[in-house]
């Protein structure tokens, strides 16, 4: 339910009652890779198919960034479950009377679901989870998603930003600065100046 939580703060809710509260399509794909459900992106698409046999969800994905094309808690755990089953009958559990329950064992085996014990042992999601807590990423979700959507590219179903332009992104809005490499000639001119200001002192000194 954390979890849940912690992606649902990430954007205004538009219903007030708390069993419609919702997630993007976007976070829900996020929490997929965050908890290795779907390694890689042909996967998570591959996973997602089964999904719409979920009441009220439509497949392939569209405007993902949308809430209105998200889950509530009750898809979100369905979906969890669908996604189980898919790789069950896609894997050799299928036909195994246990294959449900190994399946669903394996999915999360190496995934740390507690998010807050996450957040005290890295220090960049703590600040992540801070900021959403404090409203922020609600805040200005209009923003950061324009801008995503702006520089992401489309993948089958869902945007994806690469490293290279979060870089660039970054770099465009001062929030990255590229330290100058420090030359020879540098160093002889810093020296210059240290020599410099030394000889001024000196001047300053009156003699005894």
């Known amino acids: 339910m954390d979890n849940f939580r912690f992606y649902s ?24 890779k965050v908890m290795n459900i779907a ?6 698409s591959t996973s997602t198919e089964c999904m719409h046999e979920i009441d009220g969800v439509i497949t392939p994905f569209t405007d993902t960034l949308n809430i209105f094309n998200g889950l509530n808690y009750a898809q979100f755990l369905e979906a ?59 805040d200005n979700f209009d923003l950061l998603a324009a801008v995503f959507s702006d520089k992401g590219m489309l993948h089958q179903d869902h945007f994806e930003l690469s490293k290279a332009e979060f870089i660039s992104m970054l770099k465009d809005c001062d929030l990255l600065i590229k330290q100058k490499a420090v030359t020879k000639t ?11 200001k030394g000889e001024e002192k000196k001047e300053e000194v009156a003699p005894v």
């Open 80 to 138: 969890i479950l669908r996604i189980a089953y898919y790789k069950k009958d896609n894997s050799d559990q299928a036909g195994n009377h246990d294959g449900f329950k190994n399946t669903l064992e394996a999915m999360f085996a190496d995934a740390d679901l507690d998010i807050r014990k996450r957040a005290k042992e890295d220090e960049t999601m703590g600040n992540f989870l801070e900021l959403a807590q404090q409203g922020f990423f609600e």
């Open 186 to 196: 540098d160093d002889k001119a810093d020296d210059k100046k240290k020599d410099k």
């Open 39 to 44: 390694q890689s992106r042909d996967e998570c």
């Open 9 to 32: 703060s990430l954007q205004e809710q538009k219903f007030r009652k708390e069993e419609n509260t919702m997630i993007t399509l976007q976070g829900f794909i996020h929490f997929l």
